[in-house]
């Protein structure tokens, strides 16, 4: 893993939902859940039929997403294309529902 310039926008955050704010919110599967770095959004990953948490980068900008269930502990920067080291895990809120 390496760091990047992004690593300044790391910071603790709050899971927005106990799944992909999204799909919960229209009652969608997923596959895999990603945490943004910068404010807590969770959205689900590229497999995924809606790809949100991509769709929150493309909106914000935020630049870094941890893997999130169950906590993975890796980052990735969407700007630089990389994965990163974090300095923390970020807690679940709950139990996460399970699609897929």
Do not use: K
Request: with cysteine; glycine share 8%.
């Amino acid at each position: 893993m390496t760091s990047c310039i992004h690593s300044t926008t790391i910071n603790q955050v709050t899971p927005s939902a106990e799944g992909c704010e999204e799909c919960l919110a229209i009652g969608s599967p997923w596959l895999h859940l990603r945490i943004c770095r910068a404010c807590g959004h969770v959205g689900c990953c590229d497999q995924s039929p809606h790809r949100h948490a991509t769709a929150h980068f493309r909106a914000t900008r935020h630049p870094i997403i941890e893997g999130y269930d169950p906590p993975e502990g890796w980052g990735w920067c969407y700007v630089d294309e990389v994965e990163v080291d974090l300095p923390d895990q970020t807690p679940q809120r709950g139990p996460i529902p399970r699609y897929y």
